[in-house]
């Protein structure tokens, strides 16, 4: 009877041990959750869509890392017209860090306001800690056109606010899109829209592209108040590229059915040549090996 009490005893002391682990451990790797930092940028594409760039770093023993497979919930914060004060999270989507830290989340039409409040948070990670960033646009527009003046072709924008109202003081970028990246167009870095909240750019002549077609970015960028905006312009006034390739012809950067003709002689001529010799040699040898067995045989 006293060694099923002490083993009984046992017993309870160690499921009491194995719990008091369990429940240490569980809030040690909680107090453990990486702490990670978060970047937001609104983009709106004229004539396309909306979108947030989310991006995610964290602190490792190398520096700065990005967060991999990071999900992020995404809301919109709905205020009530009546009440300023009263307002409701709105949950419209959640996206995920690829292998660069970077997640891009296209924003439904029916959630784009004249104002607009989003909240990205990232929520029950088992990796990171819970955390959040906010965004605050005012919606706004931008048209761009290119028209002729005094025979030179220029790129004019206008900037401007749902209710129509130009946006003025606002510094716009002008660019060509070339395959890895964009080409300014002319001679300042950026441009500041007027009282009308327009801009004038002139276009440098010489641009091609193929059959004349070039594409020319307008790009307000990262503003406080209504973050990045890009309009596209797409036209035939470039000089056309003029196809010099010589890939079907017989070079030698040809492919291996298009060889030039002379590396195709020449090399096989001294090939038969230096084969010729050879077995000129070879033949001789042999006629002097006859030659010697016959005078021994005599």
């Known amino acids: ?79 009530d017209e009546d009440d300023e004060e009263l307002n409701a999270e709105v949950k419209i989507g959640e996206a995920m860090t690829n292998f660069d830290g970077k997640a891009k989340f296209i924003i439904p039409a029916e ?33 761009a056109a290119i028209v002729e003046i005094d025979s030179v072709y220029h790129i004019q924008a206008r900037l401007f606010t749902m209710d129509d109202e130009p946006i003025a003081e606002q510094d716009v970028k002008v660019g060509l899109k070339r395959l890895f990246g964009s080409l300014t167009v002319g001679e300042e870095d950026s441009y500041t829209t007027d009282e009308d909240g327009s801009i004038l750019v002139p276009i440098q002549e010489g641009f091609t592209g193929k059959d004349g077609r070039l594409t020319f970015e307008i790009v307000l960028k ?28 017989r070079t030698m950067w040809s492919p291996p059915t298009k060889t030039p003709l002379f590396l195709w002689i020449v090399p096989n001529i001294m090939l038969v040549g230096i084969w010729s010799i050879l077995l000129f040699l070879v033949i001789n040898l042999f006629k002097i090996y006859k030659s010697k067995i016959y005078k021994s045989k005599i």
């Open 1 to 79: 009877m006293m060694k099923s009490v002490i083993f009984r005893s046992k017993l309870a002391t160690l499921l009491f041990m194995a719990l008091f682990a369990f429940i240490g451990s569980n809030a040690y790797s909680q107090d453990e959750k990486i702490g990670a930092r978060l970047t937001l940028e609104y983009v709106k594409v004229v004539n396309e869509n909306s979108f947030l760039k989310l991006a995610a770093i964290f602190k490792g023993e190398d520096g700065y890392e990005p967060c991999q497979n990071l999900n992020f919930t995404i809301y919109k914060v709905e205020v």
């Open 111 to 143: 959630f784009i306001t004249t104002t607009n409040d989003f909240i990205v948070r990232i929520e029950d990670s088992e990796i990171y800690e819970d955390d959040e960033e906010t965004i605050t646009v005012t919606n706004a527009n931008m048209e």
């Open 222 to 249: 990262e503003s406080d108040d209504f973050g990045t905006i890009i309009a596209f312009i797409n036209s035939d006034i470039g000089v056309p590229i003029k196809d010099e390739s010589t890939f079907n012809q």
